[in-house]
């Protein structure tokens, strides 16, 4: 008995002994002499910075926003290109916008074919708003697929079952190495039915619900909304032949489209009082883009050629909705160059002179 004792106890004390030494073997101090820790990866290549050349060719743009009730902007793009290393680049930066935008996050299901066969895209390590492809020798034009998935609530995505508010920057992939005004871009749009539309680029043709714009830049297609829907009332506002200015006026009722004569003459006055007052004007002609909604959200953005504003209806003491032409002039009709409103208070009466047209229509700036 005491022998075998003996013989267990020892075989324990072995057991610790070994236990021990493995637990050493595992402490930080033994790591630190065994293994180096985790290493950096090595950086994928910067993305070719962008240089005043042009881009050869001219890409096929196609947006098809018919899909209003999900909510599904579908994307195809044809972009000319040669045998090589490609990088395709999202729109990082936005007109207005003070920080990288976050509409990548509503960026989807890109596929990318050439001759009918699938073609592999690698996302950047770094920089999310990039993708890369090696084109294959013999290729020389991209198919390009993807959606952008508008955000549900309206009041976020400007997206209704009447009214859609199409912004070409989140629309569109890009070649690198280019500045975007040496980019040309061949643009269309496929609307819902019997939908109306209004935007600053030129109209080419019109076949039903289909839209295809003249050729532009890029830069110019990207500072170009487009607002369409379902009830559309335009104003000519222009001086004359030199000056073409327009307010087009989208509702969720056709009653809401509804225009004074004298709350028209105010916006009449503003383009006029501006002219006399910059003398000059660096549009081909301007688009005030006015949205009056219950549904779609509110709007404020300035552009080149034109500008996005939209507000809610107005209800008057009295309990009246107040039509969109009285809502546009006294609440929210933005100018490029100006965070000031159209306001009643300010502008006054028809007879109002510079000192208003400079608040609310400080777009034309020398």
């Known amino acids: 008995m005491s022998r075998s004792f003996c013989d267990r106890r020892s075989s324990a004390t072995l057991f610790f002994v070994t236990l021990s030494g493995l637990l050493l073997g595992l402490s930080p101090a033994a790591n630190t002499q065994s293994y180096a820790g985790p290493q950096p990866t090595t950086l994928p290549p910067p993305i070719a910075a962008p240089a005043d050349t042009p881009y050869p060719g001219t890409i096929t743009l196609l947006v098809d926003i018919s899909n209003v009730n999900d909510r599904v902007f579908n994307v195809h793009e044809t972009i000319p290109v040669q045998a090589g290393k490609l990088t395709l680049l999202y729109p990082e930066w936005v007109?207005?916008?003070?920080?990288?935008?976050?509409?990548?996050?509503?960026?989807?299901?890109?596929v990318v074919t050439a001759n009918g066969k699938r073609i592999n895209w690698v996302r950047d390590r770094v920089n999310v708003w990039a993708f890369h492809i090696?084109?294959?020798?013999?290729?020389?034009?991209?198919?390009?697929?993807?959606?952008?998935?508008?955000?549900i609530d309206p009041k976020e995505g400007r997206v209704s079952s009447k009214f859609a508010d199409l912004?070409?920057?989140?629309?569109?992939?890009?070649?690198?190495?280019?500045?975007?005004?040496?980019?040309?871009?061949?643009?269309?749009?496929?609307?819902?039915?019997?939908?109306?539309?209004?935007?600053?680029?030129?109209?080419?043709?019109?076949?039903?619900?289909?839209?295809?714009?003249?050729?532009?830049?890029?830069n110019t297609l990207l500072d170009s909304p487009l607002y369409a829907g379902v009830n559309y009332k335009r104003l000519n506002l222009s001086t004359g032949y030199h000056n073409h200015v327009y307010l087009d006026l989208f509702a969720d009722k056709p009653a809401d489209l509804e225009v004074t004569q004298e709350e028209e003459q105010y916006h009449r006055n503003l383009v006029t009082e501006a002219e006399k007052l910059f003398n000059s004007q660096h549009y081909e002609h301007y688009d005030f883009l006015f949205s009056l909604s219950d549904t779609v959200g509110g709007e404020g953005l300035e552009h080149?050629?034109?500008?996005?504003?939209?507000?809610?209806?107005?209800?008057?003491?009295?309990?009246?909705?107040?039509s969109l032409g009285a809502t546009c002039w006294r609440t929210n009709t933005r100018i490029r160059g100006t965070a000031s409103s159209a306001v009643q208070p300010i502008c006054g009466r028809p007879t109002t002179t510079y000192p208003c047209a400079a608040i609310c229509y400080g777009y034309m700036r020398a």
């Open 304 to 322: 080149h050629q034109s500008s996005e504003d939209g507000t809610v209806p107005i209800t008057s003491p009295t309990g009246r909705r107040e």
């Open 134 to 151: 090696d084109v294959p020798q013999g290729i020389s034009s991209l198919e390009v697929n993807f959606q952008y998935l508008v955000a």
């Open 167 to 218: 912004p070409w920057i989140f629309t569109v992939l890009y070649p690198s190495g280019h500045f975007s005004r040496r980019i040309q871009v061949a643009p269309s749009v496929r609307l819902p039915e019997g939908w109306k539309f209004a935007t600053a680029l030129e109209v080419k043709s019109q076949n039903g619900n289909e839209v295809q714009f003249r050729e532009t830049t890029l």
């Open 95 to 110: 007109p207005g916008g003070h920080a990288p935008s976050s509409a990548i996050a509503h960026f989807a299901g890109l």
